[in-house]
């Protein structure tokens, strides 16, 4: 007798999920909706002049004391097209890698490194770094951005590149170092520590490349540095490169960690985050909260590190001659004043106790250390 094949067992009602919107197309409903909110708060906020805080009114024009890179003057919309082009092509890539790997640790660590540029402001003021005002950026007076000494630049929506990179070629290199070493080598043994030092070794050096490079163009330049460890030391180019290039790697390195992938397959986030019990049923989720965490805890500890710089009044060299005429002197401390550079000055927002002068900017001479930032007499 011929075996009957068996008949299919009939389909339970409750076997399917309730038809409506599924996860992934909320997600692609969130996704658009930032989308949209960004672009139109950009393009309602964008400024590119100083206001009155900022700017110097006394200055008509934007004419620069110092010759940019190659000595092309139109540096400044070229580094914002090429923004604007990066930020697109990153926010493309990311939606078309949710939709085919789901909510991967490096989309996930790039929405993260794109968030903390809330932060910017504060480590704008920190390290004295101060922007090309001719740049687009966001309303002066809004209280978080005014913290920067200048202007607060949409260039900054790229900084995921920068922030998350090093991780690509660092990942690589100890790949092959790993290929070269027995298995109970360092590098095996311990993957996270060496995975960190590599990260840190490209970050130093991409950091270096990137900012002298940006600096020599003009976007923006330290107005005061420590003098040891920095190089082009009292022009517009200097550049703290010892104390910037180390420390901006406090957040490279955990972005890279945070995404390593063990024997597993599992992300050293989410396992933080299941160790935790932080959203245990939604490992995507608690993963994403360990890294949003971690991340902005280090990026804190970095402007804390160039905050105490300012506490300290190490920071004694200023950048001569002050490179952005079309706004006011980024003078907290009077050390522009004392160099012989004529005013009007800003000391910006945080100027009293947060830089440890409880009276505000202290009252100093003109030119009574040297006259090497005064105006060129022609």
Same mark, same amino acid.
């Given at each position: 007798?011929?075996?009957?094949?068996?008949?299919?067992?009939?389909?339970?009602?409750?076997?399917?999920?309730?038809?409506?919107?599924?996860?992934?197309?909320?997600?692609?409903? %969130?996704?658009?909706?930032?989308?949209?909110?960004?672009?139109?708060?950009?393009?309602? #906020? %964008?400024? $590119?002049?100083?206001?009155?805080?900022?700017? $110097?009114?006394?200055?008509?024009?934007?004419?620069?004391?110092? *010759?940019?890179?190659?000595?092309?003057?139109?540096? !400044?919309?070229?580094?914002?097209?090429?923004?604007?082009?990066?930020?697109? /092509?990153?926010?493309?890539?990311?939606?078309?890698?949710?939709?085919?790997?789901?909510?991967? &640790?490096?989309?996930?660590?790039?929405?993260?490194?794109?968030?903390?540029?809330?932060?910017?402001?504060?480590? #704008?003021?920190?390290?004295?770094?101060?922007?090309?005002?001719?740049?687009?950026?966001?309303?002066? =007076?809004?209280?978080?951005?005014?913290?920067?000494?200048?202007?607060?630049?949409?260039?900054?929506?790229?900084?995921?590149?920068?922030?998350?990179? &090093?991780?690509?070629?660092?990942?690589?290199?100890?790949?092959?170092?790993?290929?070269?070493?027995?298995?109970?080598?360092?590098?095996? *043994?311990?993957?996270?520590?060496?995975?960190?030092?590599?990260?840190?070794?490209? /970050?130093?050096? !991409?950091?270096?490349?990137?900012?002298?490079?940006?600096?020599?163009?003009?976007?923006?330049?330290?107005?005061?540095?420590?003098?040891?460890?920095?190089?082009? %030391?009292?022009?517009?180019?200097?550049?703290?490169?010892?104390?910037?290039?180390?420390?901006?790697?406090?957040?490279?390195?955990?972005?890279?960690?945070? %995404?390593?992938?063990?024997?597993?397959?599992?992300?050293? =986030?989410?396992?933080?985050?299941?160790?935790?019990? !932080?959203?245990?049923?939604?490992?995507?989720?608690?993963?994403?909260?360990?890294?949003?965490?971690?991340? $902005?805890?280090?990026?804190?500890?970095?402007?804390?590190?160039?905050?105490?710089?300012?506490?300290?009044?190490?920071?004694?060299?200023?950048?001569?001659?002050?490179?952005?005429?079309?706004?006011?002197?980024?003078?907290?401390?009077?050390?522009?004043?004392? $160099?012989?550079?004529?005013?009007?000055? =800003?000391?910006?927002?945080? =100027? #009293?106790?947060?830089?440890?002068?409880?009276?505000?900017?202290?009252?100093?001479?003109?030119?009574?250390?040297?006259?090497?930032?005064?105006?060129?007499?022609?």
């Amino acid at each position: 007798m011929t075996a009957q094949p068996s008949a299919k067992p009939a389909k339970s009602p409750h076997s399917e999920p309730p038809r409506g919107p599924t996860g992934s197309s909320i997600w692609k409903w %969130v996704w658009t909706a930032l989308g949209v909110f960004e672009v139109a708060a950009v393009g309602w #906020n %964008v400024r $590119n002049f100083p206001d009155a805080r900022v700017g $110097n009114p006394a200055v008509t024009g934007t004419p620069r004391p110092f *010759r940019p890179l190659f000595g092309y003057q139109h540096w !400044i919309p070229v580094l914002q097209i090429f923004t604007l082009i990066a930020v697109i /092509g990153l926010i493309v890539a990311a939606v078309w890698g949710w939709r085919r790997f789901g909510p991967h &640790p490096y989309i996930l660590m790039g929405i993260v490194t794109t968030i903390i540029i809330w932060q910017d402001p504060i480590m #704008n003021w920190a390290p004295y770094a101060v922007y090309d005002p001719r740049l687009w950026h966001w309303p002066e =007076s809004w209280p978080l951005v005014s913290l920067a000494p200048t202007v607060e630049p949409f260039v900054v929506l790229g900084y995921v590149m920068f922030q998350f990179g &090093p991780y690509f070629p660092a990942a690589w290199a100890l790949r092959k170092i790993q290929a070269r070493q027995p298995h109970d080598s360092f590098v095996w *043994r311990h993957p996270l520590i060496s995975l960190g030092v590599v990260i840190f070794l490209f /970050g130093f050096v !991409i950091d270096m490349i990137l900012e002298v490079t940006m600096i020599h163009t003009g976007l923006y330049m330290y107005s005061q540095v420590i003098p040891f460890g920095s190089i082009f %030391v009292g022009t517009p180019h200097q550049f703290p490169l010892l104390w910037e290039s180390s420390l901006v790697t406090l957040v490279m390195i955990p972005a890279g960690v945070l %995404v390593y992938r063990d024997d597993t397959g599992r992300a050293v =986030s989410e396992k933080l985050a299941q160790r935790a019990r !932080i959203f245990a049923g939604r490992p995507a989720l608690g993963s994403f909260i360990v890294m949003l965490i971690i991340v $902005n805890v280090f990026y804190l500890i970095y402007g804390l590190a160039f905050a105490s710089f300012k506490w300290t009044r190490i920071s004694t060299s200023v950048a001569c001659p002050w490179p952005y005429p079309e706004a006011k002197v980024y003078d907290p401390q009077g050390y522009y004043e004392q $160099n012989g550079a004529k005013g009007p000055y =800003s000391v910006g927002i945080w =100027s #009293n106790w947060e830089m440890a002068q409880p009276h505000g900017r202290p009252t100093v001479t003109l030119g009574s250390v040297s006259d090497r930032c005064a105006p060129t007499k022609r």
